[in-house]
């Protein structure tokens, strides 16, 4: 019997694929990501959106998916975004256009989006501190999470509030020699 192999995948789909697997669940540093990863319900969509209209046109589009699909077929998307938004400060600054296309569409409540980026920096921290690797990625990205899916999560926790300070905590016990090969997909800059 002839089978026609699988599509391959985008190389930035990959990438971030890659990261998920390696860095976000095999370092646990989202103890609610491993099921639905492992269940095949974690979608990577690649933004190819060169301008802040055409990314929010595609954020628009794929919470109307989110919102007509049942979270046991399609829990969370990530929208990769490899063609725009490379600054982390302009990326920072257009997560209040996120905020407001939720708002204007009503999404607010029910959906919330997370945010990763190469250059990830927390406030009051430099670039170089470990703690700010718990947010980078390969490329920029905007994770569409479901209201309930969180809240159902956080209440099955036994401590959600100690989640970011155990991350920070395990990237700063990795050496600077651990951190660089595991995120060996960073550019400097």
Same mark, same amino acid.
């Given at each position: 019997?002839?089978q026609?192999?699988?599509?391959a995948l985008?190389?930035v789909?990959?990438q971030?694929?890659?990261?998920?697997?390696?860095i976000?669940?095999?370092?646990?540093?989202?103890?609610f990501?491993?099921?639905?990863?492992?269940?095949?319900?974690?979608?990577v969509?690649?933004?190819?959106? !060169? +301008?802040g *209209?055409?990314? =929010?046109?595609? @954020?628009?589009?794929?919470?109307?998916?989110? /919102?007509?699909?049942?979270?046991?077929t399609?829990?969370?998307?990530?929208?990769?975004i490899?063609?725009f938004?490379?600054?982390?400060l302009?990326?920072?600054?257009?997560?209040?256009?996120v905020?407001a296309?939720?708002?204007?569409?009503e999404?607010?409540?029910?959906?919330?989006?997370?945010s990763?980026h190469?250059?990830?920096?927390?406030?009051?921290?430099l670039p170089?501190?470990?703690?700010?690797?718990?947010? !980078? +990625?390969? *490329?920029?990205? =905007?994770?569409? @999470?479901?209201?309930?899916?969180?809240?159902? /999560?956080?209440?099955?926790h036994?401590?959600?509030?100690?989640?970011?300070?155990?991350?920070?905590a395990?990237?700063?016990a990795?050496?600077?020699?651990e951190?660089?090969?595991?995120?060996?997909?960073?550019?400097?800059?």
């Amino acid at each position: 019997m002839n089978q026609t192999p699988p599509p391959a995948l985008h190389p930035v789909e990959a990438q971030v694929r890659a990261w998920l697997e390696s860095i976000v669940v095999g370092l646990n540093l989202c103890p609610f990501a491993a099921r639905p990863f492992r269940d095949n319900r974690v979608r990577v969509l690649v933004s190819e959106a !060169r +301008s802040g *209209v055409e990314l =929010l046109t595609d @954020l628009q589009l794929e919470l109307a998916r989110l /919102a007509d699909t049942p979270p046991a077929t399609l829990e969370t998307t990530l929208i990769a975004i490899p063609n725009f938004l490379a600054d982390f400060l302009d990326y920072n600054d257009f997560l209040d256009d996120v905020d407001a296309l939720l708002d204007q569409y009503e999404w607010s409540g029910e959906f919330q989006v997370a945010s990763f980026h190469p250059h990830y920096q927390f406030a009051g921290t430099l670039p170089t501190e470990a703690g700010n690797y718990t947010n !980078r +990625s390969p *490329v920029p990205i =905007l994770h569409l @999470l479901r209201e309930d899916s969180v809240a159902s /999560a956080i209440d099955s926790h036994p401590d959600p509030e100690g989640i970011p300070e155990a991350n920070v905590a395990k990237l700063e016990a990795m050496s600077l020699a651990e951190r660089r090969r595991l995120f060996s997909f960073l550019k400097p800059g």
